[in-house]
């Protein structure tokens, strides 16, 4: 069952049947100010922090996603009335027309009724903290229409704490007030609480008392100031605020108007003067068109064409759009992270950092930066953290937009927590990250900036490397394996104070980023030092890792070998198999029946799952994964942030067939008619699948915010097309399925365009027989070309 549809061309997916088993979701805002809305225009927006600015009020977890931002409609001539968006008075389906484009950074809402269509695209544009309306109503009937149109939006504490508890003192230091046109929001004890709503147009009437509006026992189903037809007028200090604005209209037949609405951050004074602008049509089309240049952008950094129709959709469009989305809000909002937390995860931001470095160089740098400063200088990161907390430009200051005084300026032990607070693999991700970023930039120099660390003192981003690379060689056990810590990638595998598998692996992967970087730099005195390093890490992941038809997955404190084929349950794990092959430290033979074990024990059709079979008994040696349901999340779901390790560690194989059967697996794309087995959106990878131990096997629950955003991205482009730069040129090693004839991969990389046209006359899944640009032969790779220039490249595989 289908619920929706691809649109390539508008680079949109239109859901054509909005009554979704479960709220399919879209980002809207790219900057400062972020809304989360669903297909019914459900959701919330905030200004940077989702945390401790949140403009709109939403109610999580709730049987129907409420409230949003919505604009209703009424027939005043026979009161009857409804809404653009479906929800939420959710007219009968049979008898109106509703679809909903998720596009870009916008959501167009659309429907027939009653001889009327209507249209609300919202959007923000790329620099101001306002969120548009731009709506749309045409009467396609035959006679005149006497029609109200309502905005409807729902004002929230701006923390999520105080709005979810204890409100003797937030329900009477929350005000609003009318005037003009405008209505302002105020929060009496913040300096900088203050947002309004305004319109094109001169309101008939307005509300913004949401309990006035809604009326008494009613919700956002049936306001009474929409069933009577008449707003109440109704402003007041303290109690519960909206946003309603009421504009009664005549549209003759075949008439249309266009209006806008505007929700702003700021005071009174700020709304006039975007009024204005946005009165004028002109002006909200340039937004929305410059809004789209952005993207355009982004997107032409990298753009395929493949026999894998799905994969050009997912590459050229949706899967870097999440990637994007990853790294623009760190992950903390959705409508499952309902934005309770705030900060940077440091494994998660790192590994997004890495997976965007080509469409988003200069966000990429900040995160690396911001990482940086976020490392002890033993070498660990603090695993959650407030970048503001070491950004010298907040020294001494609170941030301008959080209440200054809620939130106290946290001391140095609440910053830092110390070891026990430390994951093993957190800061091991960022020497990627920085490598990649390096490869995309050729900015070098990033190396020698001084960067301060958590608990004081400072070094330069090299020497930040370095620091980690030591920190993960002095943390090991008895056989010189990496210790676990309070857990390593997998929050819930806390090996009781043993030693992670992946993490040496890990260890040894951003080892050799490392030392090819070092090599590039000429350093060859650390090249030495960590060339040692490795061999050491990767004798001890042999001599002690391997079970021998697979890799083990740790061992625990009390010495027990998890993921051994002894082992009942938990016997076969993705994460220590993928990255022994990946990172380099398997041998071929070996690397072969690791990855050969992950087919057999842990692929489905949905993709790979964590780990097989499930955990049914608890074992808290081995952590809380045991604890959680088989075929659920980390116990033996179709985890997906770890399906693009498989692909890497396939495509490091040579074996393009198996590679893209895992690929195609996970793709939601792929799921888009499966609908009623899925349930979530098929234009978003989701954070897990239900795996094969649980009776809801395929159902994909978290949507966005998930590491396999990134990392989809970052091995299908670069290990599965396999163009991907190097310090100082441009690689081509595609490993691909043996019946695909050819492909095209046009890249971006230092301001030069480079055509790639790859052909497979022999049918191989890998190899590269010769390599031409612009008719001219290359010795296996591309050579940086001058920023400007544009270039054909012809690859001959066999
Ligand atoms: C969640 C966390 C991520 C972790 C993963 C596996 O996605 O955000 O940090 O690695 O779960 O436990």
Not at 577 to 585: I, R
């Amino acid at each position: 069952m289908r619920y929706g549809y691809f649109d390539d061309e508008n680079r949109e997916y239109v859901i054509d049947h909005v009554n979704t088993p479960v709220p399919w979701t879209n980002y809207i805002g790219v900057n400062d100010m972020c809304a989360v809305l669903s297909q019914s225009a459900d959701g919330y927006v905030f200004y940077k922090s989702p945390q401790y600015h949140r403009i709109t009020r939403f109610r999580p977890n709730a049987p129907i996603s409420r409230p949003g931002h919505y604009v209703y409609l009424r027939d005043d001539d026979t009161g009857e009335y409804w809404s653009i968006s479906w929800q939420p008075v959710g007219k009968d389906l049979t008898k109106a027309k509703y679809e909903c484009r998720h596009g870009l950074s916008y959501s167009k809402y659309s429907c027939e009724y009653n001889g009327i269509s209507a249209c609300q695209t919202i959007f923000i544009p790329l620099n101001e903290p306002v969120e548009l309306w731009d709506v749309v109503l045409k009467n396609n009937s035959s006679r005149p229409r006497c029609l109200s149109i309502y905005s409807y939006i729902e004002f929230s504490f701006h923390q999520i704490d105080m709005d979810n508890q204890n409100f003797q003192m937030s329900l009477y230091a929350s005000g609003s007030s009318y005037a003009d046109g405008i209505i302002e929001y105020d929060l009496y004890y913040e300096e900088s609480g203050y947002q309004w709503f305004t319109s094109s147009f001169e309101p008939d009437g307005f509300d913004c008392l949401r309990d006035r509006f809604l009326g008494a026992y009613r919700d956002e189903r049936n306001p009474i100031a929409v069933e009577r037809g008449e707003c109440t007028g109704s402003f007041e200090k303290t109690g519960n605020h909206c946003a309603a604005l009421q504009k009664k209209l005549v549209l003759q037949p075949g008439q249309d108007i266009r209006i806008a609405f505007l929700l702003g951050e700021g005071k009174r004074e700020t709304a006039a003067p975007m009024r204005e602008k946005y009165s004028d049509p002109a002006n909200v089309d340039r937004a929305f068109s410059d809004l789209a240049a952005f993207w355009d952008e982004k997107l032409s950094k990298l753009q395929v064409n493949t026999p894998n129709q799905g994969m050009n959709t997912s590459l050229n469009i949706w899967n870097l759009y999440q990637a994007e989305v990853n790294i623009m809000f760190s992950r903390f909002a959705s409508f499952i992270e309902v934005g309770g937390r705030t900060g940077l995860g440091f494994r998660d931001t790192s590994q997004d950092a890495m997976t965007i470095a080509s469409s988003n160089p200069e966000k990429c740098r900040q995160r690396i930066i911001e990482l940086c400063r976020g490392l002890t200088q033993q070498g660990y990161g603090l695993h959650l953290f407030q970048p503001e907390w070491f950004d010298p430009e907040f020294q001494g200051k609170q941030q301008s937009f959080k209440s200054p005084t809620v939130i106290p300026t946290p001391s140095m032990e609440e910053k830092v927590h110390g070891i026990k607070d430390a994951c093993s693999d957190d800061a091991l991700w960022l020497i990627a990250a920085i490598s990649e970023y390096i490869k995309e930039t050729g900015e070098v120099s990033l190396l020698d900036e001084m960067v301060t660390y958590a608990d004081g003192g400072e070094g330069t981003v090299y020497q930040h490397m370095m620091r980690i690379l030591d920190f993960s060689a002095e943390q090991v056990g008895a056989t010189g394996i990496c210790k676990g810590l309070r857990a390593d990638w997998n929050d819930c595998l806390n090996l009781g104070g043993g030693e992670s598998a992946m993490v040496s692996f890990l260890h040894y992967w951003a080892l050799q980023h490392f030392l090819a970087l070092s090599r590039f730099i000429g350093k060859t005195e650390e090249v030495e030092k960590y060339e040692k390093m490795a061999a050491k890490v990767k004798k001890a992941c042999n001599d002690n890792l391997w079970d021998g038809e697979w890799y083990i997955r740790g061992i625990t404190g009390s010495g027990r070998k998890i993921g051994t084929h002894d082992d009942k349950e938990g016997k076969v794990h993705i994460e220590s198999n993928a990255w022994a092959v990946f990172s380099g430290v398997a041998d071929l033979d070996r690397a072969v029946k690791a990855m050969d074990s992950v087919d057999k024990y842990l692929y489905t059709r949905y993709g790979l799952m964590l780990n097989a079979p499930s955990y049914t008994k608890s074992d808290d040696e081995i952590g809380f994964v045991t604890r959680v349901y088989p075929g659920v999340k980390e116990n033996g779901s179709i985890f997906s942030h770890p399906n693009p390790w498989a692909w890497c560690a396939e495509a490091a194989l040579g074996r393009g067939d198996r590679a893209m059967k895992f690929y195609n697996a996970l793709l939601p794309y792929n799921q888009n008619d499966k609908i009623e087995v899925r349930q979530s959106e098929p234009y978003s990878y989701c954070q897990f699948v239900m795996g094969k131990d649980h009776t809801a096997f395929g159902r994909a629950r978290h949507p966005f915010m998930t590491g396999s955003g990134g990392w989809a991205y970052f091995a299908a482009t670069r290990y599965l097309l396999g163009v991907r730069p190097d310090f100082d040129h441009l690689i081509v090693d595609p490993c691909i399925p043996k019946d695909w004839g050819s492909f095209d991969v046009t890249r971006v990389w230092r301001g030069a365009v480079y055509r790639i046209h790859v052909e497979n006359p022999c049918g191989v899944s890998k190899g590269v027989k010769t390599m031409e640009m612009d008719g001219k032969t290359l010795s296996g790779w591309i050579p940086v070309q001058k920023a400007g220039t544009q270039h054909s490249v012809h690859v001959v595989m066999g």
